[in-house]
């Protein structure tokens, strides 16, 4: 099985920042990909970033300016700074890591994190 693990979250006023943390362990081969959604209640779940492990990225309209992913591979981590934020950025953030499972045979894993809360007052 495979661990993803988010920190970092808080309640802070708009327009400062905060930086999410996400690590991933447990029975991995290799990680291919990895990303942040998030979760406002009574809403779905969206796409905020995401990285490959060769580093191209792509981000949600209303971050593009404000928000930063990269990642570590060595370390199978990947980092969200925030900037600027906003009441409408208050949501539950989950870590999302794509890869495969060591062994035989090869197999895929799609593991998600316990998310990690983000209050922004304004």
Do not use: H
């Not at 990225?57 to 934020?85: C, E």
């Amino acid at each position: 099985q495979v661990q993803v693990v988010e920190s970092g979250g808080g309640l802070v006023q708009a327009g400062v920042s905060l930086r999410l943390s996400c690590v991933a362990s447990g029975s991995i081969f290799s990680i291919n990909g990895m990303g942040w959604y998030r979760q406002a209640p009574g809403k779905q779940r969206e796409l905020v970033a995401t990285i490959t492990s060769g580093g191209s990225t792509n981000y949600a309209d209303s971050v593009k300016g404000r928000f930063t992913i990269s990642r570590d591979n060595a370390k199978n981590t990947v980092y969200l700074q925030m900037n600027s934020l906003k009441p409408e950025d208050t949501a539950v953030y989950y870590c999302n890591a794509r890869g495969y499972y060591s062994g035989a045979p090869l197999m895929a894993f799609d593991a998600w994190g316990q998310g990690t809360q983000v209050t922004v007052s304004s």
